[in-house]
Structures are given as C-alpha cells and as structure tokens.
C-alpha cells in the first residue's frame, strides 16, 4: 500500500482552502469557484501528482458496473463420473 499518497486535504492545506473546494474542481464543479482558485487549484494537482482514488470515487457513486464471479476448481468440488 502505497503511504506517501496526496490526498484532497493536502491539496486543501498547501493552498488554504476547504477539502469541498478542491473537490468540487476535481469533479468538474465550478459555477461558485472563481476562476483564480480553480487555476491555483488544478496548478497544485498537478504539482503534487495528485491521483484520484478510483475504489473512492466508485463507493460514492454506489454504482460501479463491477460483476465479480468466484470459480472454485478444487478437484474435491468437481462434479466428475
């Protein structure tokens, strides 16, 4: 696991925002934000190597199209002659 990841509320504290700011520029959320915060914003994301956490983003959607299927080969389970 990776421990040295940055996340929203670093960008948050480097720039002296909330952590709603920086993520409503994430998502693509602008209207209300003034175009200075939102460049300051995206300069800092991008400075910082910021990633967004894909098990995060999937959970608050609460709809992931994800499908998982267990296969149990275990001969003991076999339905052989």
């Known amino acids: 696991m990776i421990h040295n990841r940055v996340r ?3 960008v948050a504290d480097a720039l002296g925002l909330s952590t709603a ?3 409503k ?3 693509g959320n602008t209207e209300k934000i003034s ?7 995206q300069q800092e994301l991008e400075r910082t190597g ?3 956490n894909m098990a995060g983003i999937l959970l608050a959607r609460n709809n992931s199209r ?6 149990n080969d275990h001969v003991k ?5």
Do not use: A, M, N
Not at 35 to 41: F, G, I, N, P, S
Not at 66 to 71: L, P
């Open 21 to 23: 700011t920086v993520s």
């Open 8 to 10: 929203i509320v670093d």
């Open 50 to 52: 910021y990633i967004p």
């Open 66 to 71: 994800i499908i998982g299927v267990v296969v």
């Open 77 to 81: 389970y076999e339905g052989g002659v």
């Open 35 to 41: 175009d200075e915060t939102v460049k300051r914003v």
């Open 25 to 27: 520029v994430i998502h």
